[in-house]
């Protein structure tokens, strides 16, 4: 069955540290991938995503991910969170091209100490 | 303001009445999705809607039905077979994807659902 993992259930950082959330997904052909971050009490929203192309991906607030299709995985990564930073992240992935669905991770909780 | 609203923020129930959460969406978009997010357990597709009078099961759609009358409004009911129906639920909606591509979705701000 297709799935998506990370690895971490829950991140504690410092301000200034850097991050990196792991994602790998199960094997399905050509996929897209998505990292989505909810902050406390606000939307689910989009931080980056991939199709094709550069397998680096630059998003919002600093934030970028890698692709590498070898390991199935695209990590989501951050030279240096900040207390604004805290949030829960969730990796998702689309099998289906534009017929299919997002199935989620079960999403990395991060807490950066100010 | 376009956007995805879900009414109401917070809702109580008593155990075995059914309850119907609101989805309103004004960004024309074709597809609308329905999610549950439980805490450790990320977010499980309930039903999706690509087109008007057309939806499918997701993964967990067990004790819970949908209607999709209008292009912008997805309602989902939560039934009484729903054995437990505790949960943050969100709504989404995407454009159509092109090309193989797979639009991202848009997120509503979701509905508490506690079942006394």
């Known amino acids: 069955a297709q799935s998506v993992s990370q690895h971490n259930h829950h991140v504690i950082l410092s301000e200034a540290a850097s991050l990196e959330l792991g994602c790998n997904y199960s094997?399905?052909?050509?996929?897209?991938l998505f990292w989505y971050v909810q902050y406390p009490g606000q939307h689910l929203q989009l931080l980056l995503k991939?199709?094709?192309?550069?397998?680096l991906v630059k998003g919002i607030k600093g934030f970028e991910a890698e692709f590498i299709k070898s390991k199935f995985s695209f990590n989501l990564r951050k030279p240096s969170v900040q207390w604004s930073d805290t949030a829960e992240y969730f990796c998702a992935v689309n099998y289906g091209g534009s017929q299919g669905n997002l199935i989620f991770g079960k999403g990395t909780k991060l807490s950066v100490k100010p | 303001d376009g956007g995805i609203t879900q009414s109401p923020k917070y809702l109580f129930r008593k155990e075995g009445q059914n309850v119907t959460l609101s989805c309103e969406q004004n960004l024309n978009h074709d597809a609308m999705y329905w999610y549950r997010q439980d805490p450790g357990q990320g977010l499980r597709l309930i039903y999706y809607s690509q087109i008007v009078n057309d939806f499918q099961k997701g993964d967990i759609a067990e004790g819970y039905s949908v209607s999709r009358e209008k292009k912008e409004s997805f309602p989902l009911t939560v039934t009484s077979a729903q054995k437990n129906p505790t949960a943050f639920y969100l709504c989404?909606?995407?454009?159509?994807?092109?090309?193989?591509?797979?639009?991202?979705?848009?997120f509503g701000p979701g509905t508490r659902l506690t079942v006394l």
């Open positions: 094997y399905g052909g050509t996929v897209n």
């Open positions: 989404a909606s995407s454009p159509p994807g092109r090309g193989g591509y797979y639009n991202e979705q848009f």
């Open positions: 991939y199709f094709s192309g550069d397998p």
